[in-house]
């Protein structure tokens, strides 16, 4: 005797070899032996064959109508031999009886199981709904086909196209699309990007990289709602005998920071620092707050920037030249001769700006040979006259001796060989930029004089209002380094800790609150310390052991580390360019890290970039070479290069110590690790950070008017 049963799923044919009330012995074709409980066993028969009879059944299942057998199928629960009888007859043999029991099983939207060979048969309406469903997922999986097949092909169908970056960096696996791109990719051995740039859905490199990032940090677009700037409530007096001025690049439209300096000769000299006053219209939870917060900060770019405030707001508070803007001052009296600092007042005011001095037209002016010789600056003058040879030497002087003093608490200088560089797009407008255009790539030399007299003023800002701050028991938003050991960085806080890597106790960012929501946030506690001194913590936005403020650092944290990492993308992209369209096939460079293998992490020594190249197996870091660069790939960002020859015989001691700061302490490198569909970008901030409002390094804004 034979039997067919059920075994987690499966029918299953065999030789009974012996049989008892609960259970059965059967042998299986394969000769293997299973026990079988007696309510699994659905049919008994003698012939034919086990194997003979399975084959029949599921030849003889194929060709059983569903509609037929459903309509001839009773109300109620029914067994398959049964129907069996209905549907074929009342003498249905043994392979038809098998037959209908595996169509039945095979059909659940028409019938429903209700126990060991028992069924119950669909209602109307269910069916329907099932066959409807049972189509559409046919035209579903035609439609993937289909597609899957138009990619193959080269084309890409326009519903690809459209979700292209969701499918990429953020897929629905049970979408369609992404299934096609799936399949596609599964069919031609192809990775997922190669396929969709073959088939035209990136328009262009530089596109690429703006979707995603719009995709992945602007999902609504990157404009602004209908606001207005607010006005200051409060009548502010007017800042007495202060002519201010500010120092940026000629792009720079958010002038956060100004200076002034007074009584030079008179053996105190009072020295203003001047921010932007945003702060004081507007207020913790209004709109534009939500704005802000929104954006945590403005992202800049080669050729553009997105603010994190509108353009109208920016321009309001703006400290544009030739207006008395309200400002928060902080005014440090300072002895001339010794320069040491003799105290500090924080106002909050109108400030007359009198002039916007620009780096780029004055770096080549105002160097340090002409801050130290009177002579020089007779025969190059500055404009206007206010702003003369004494005020900005005197600045330079102090600025100096401060960078001196966190030297000396560092415990080493700050390294500034290598310069920043500054990217132009020709016949850019303003405009969003096509990637296509003409870029222009000039060096400009770290701790230049105005560059160092910006970034000392910010430094002192920042540092005093942050231990103002912590005197008064106002939390605030600080940025701390316990030390400069290799692998501690710098991390945000609501504690004012020493900064190991600029040499200050404390460091509060305050002077960007136009473009960095950190420093509206610690504006607002500046402001009420500065109308409520020692009470201020009762009336500060933002209390002690504030759940907000630890939001805000989070997201802030993750924000400003994204557009960090796509400002450096696209830097990278736009130095990409410059080789291709001037025809550079090779750079000297310096060895950073041995990656092991003969592959060296290198830096260009004319150009802002890093890259891996072969054939330095025998060299050491530090060492100069001329290297041959490969085929560059502007979706991920990639170049390899191959050693040609060694420019030097060994490594001088600067070049050497500055490739040990790039290696071990990652301070600007920007790596490309190129996946199959992404790029990741690693940029850590350096030792010593780069001052708020000094547009140097990562504040280093876009060639925008």
């Not at 429903?112 to 066959?131: M, W």
């Not at 007359?352 to 025969?379: C, F, G, M, Y």
């Not at 401060?402 to 608490?409: F, I, N, P, T």
């Not at 960012?509 to 473009?515: A, F, G, H, M």
């Amino acid at each position: 005797m034979h039997a067919l049963f059920e075994d987690t799923g499966k029918f299953l044919v065999g030789r009974v070899l012996s049989e008892a009330e609960s259970s059965a012995q059967i042998e299986l074709d394969s000769g293997k032996r299973v026990k079988v409980k007696a309510h699994n066993i659905l049919l008994k028969f003698d012939k034919p064959a086990p194997a003979e009879l399975l084959a029949q059944a599921q030849a003889l299942a194929a060709q059983i109508e569903l509609d037929l057998a459903w309509e001839f199928a009773p109300e109620d629960e029914f067994g398959y031999a049964d129907l069996a009888q209905e549907y074929f007859s009342a003498q249905a043999t043994v392979v038809e009886r098998a037959a209908t029991l595996l169509r039945l099983f095979e059909a659940p939207h028409y019938f429903r199981r209700a126990g060991k060979g028992r069924f119950r048969k669909a209602s109307a309406e269910v069916l329907q709904q099932a066959l409807a469903a049972i189509e559409k997922k046919k035209q579903v999986a035609a439609q993937i086909e289909a597609w899957a097949a138009e990619l193959a092909a080269g084309r890409c169908p326009e519903p690809i196209r459209s979700q292209l970056y969701k499918i990429l960096f953020r897929p629905d696996k049970n979408a369609p699309e992404y299934k096609a791109v799936v399949e596609a990719a599964r069919q031609t051995q192809r990775s997922p990007l190669a396929l969709l740039q073959a088939a035209g859905a990136i328009a262009s490199p530089y596109e690429f990289h703006w979707q995603r990032f719009l995709f992945e940090h602007f999902p609504k677009g990157t404009g602004f709602p209908e606001v207005q700037a607010p006005a200051i409530a409060e009548e502010l007096p007017l800042a007495e005998g202060v002519e201010a001025y500010s120092i940026d690049d000629s792009h720079t439209t958010e002038i956060d920071d100004a200076l002034s300096v007074q009584g030079l000769g008179s053996g105190k000299v009072t020295v203003g620092i001047h921010i932007a006053a945003p702060g004081l219209a507007i207020t913790p939870g209004s709109a534009l707050d939500q704005l802000g917060r929104s954006r945590l900060s403005t992202v800049y770019m080669p050729g553009y920037k997105i603010t994190m405030l509108p353009e109208a707001v920016v321009q309001a508070y703006t400290l544009s030249e030739g207006r008395a803007v309200p400002a928060v001052s902080l005014y440090v009296t300072v002895d001339e001769a010794t320069l040491a600092i003799e105290g500090h007042e924080t106002r909050l005011e109108r400030v007359p700006i009198v002039a916007n001095l620009r780096h780029d037209q004055l770096d080549a002016v105002v160097t340090a040979e002409w801050l130290e010789n009177p002579e020089i600056s007779k025969e190059n003058p500055v404009t206007p006259a206010s702003i003369g040879h004494s005020t900005l030497s005197f600045l330079y002087r102090l600025a100096q001796h401060l960078k001196a003093g966190r030297e000396q608490v560092r415990g080493k200088p700050e390294n500034f060989n290598r310069p920043d560089y500054t990217f132009r797009l020709i016949g850019n407008d303003g405009a969003v930029p096509t990637g296509e255009e003409r870029v222009d790539i000039t060096p400009r030399k770290r701790g230049a004089p105005l560059d160092l007299i910006v970034a000392e003023a910010m430094i002192l800002a920042n540092s005093t209002w942050g231990q103002w701050l912590a005197e008064l028991g106002v939390p605030a938003i600080y940025r701390s380094q316990a030390s400069m050991a290799p692998g501690v960085k710098v991390r945000m806080g609501t504690k004012a800790l020493p900064h190991a890597g600029l040499g200050v106790p404390a460091y509060a960012w305050s002077t960007s609150p136009l473009r960095r929501y950190t420093d509206l946030v610690n504006q607002w506690q500046i402001i009420a310390c500065a109308r409520h001194g020692r009470t201020a913590a009762l009336a500060a936005p933002f209390k002690p052991k504030d759940a907000e403020l630890f939001s805000i650092i989070s997201a802030f944290d993750a924000a400003y580390s994204a557009y960090n990492g796509y400002q450096a993308a696209m830097e990278r992209f736009w130095t990409l360019k410059y080789l291709e369209q001037n025809q550079i096939t090779e750079l000297e460079a310096t060895l950073l890290r041995d990656n092991g293998g003969g592959v060296w992490l290198a830096r260009a020594d004319a150009l802002p970039l890093v890259f891996t190249t072969l054939g330095g197996g025998a060299l050491e870091r530090g060492a100069r070479v001329r290297v041959k660069l490969g085929a560059i790939d502007e979706i991920t960002l990639d170049v390899n290069a191959t050693v040609l020859e060694r420019l030097d015989a060994a490594p001088d001691g600067a070049a050497l110590a500055e490739a040990e700061d790039e290696g071990e302490e990652d301070g600007l490198e920007a790596e490309v690790a190129a996946g199959p569909i992404a790029i990741a970008l690693e940029v850590e901030e350096p030792a010593a950070e780069p001052p708020a409002g000094n547009a140097i390094a990562n504040e280093t804004e876009p060639d925008t008017p």
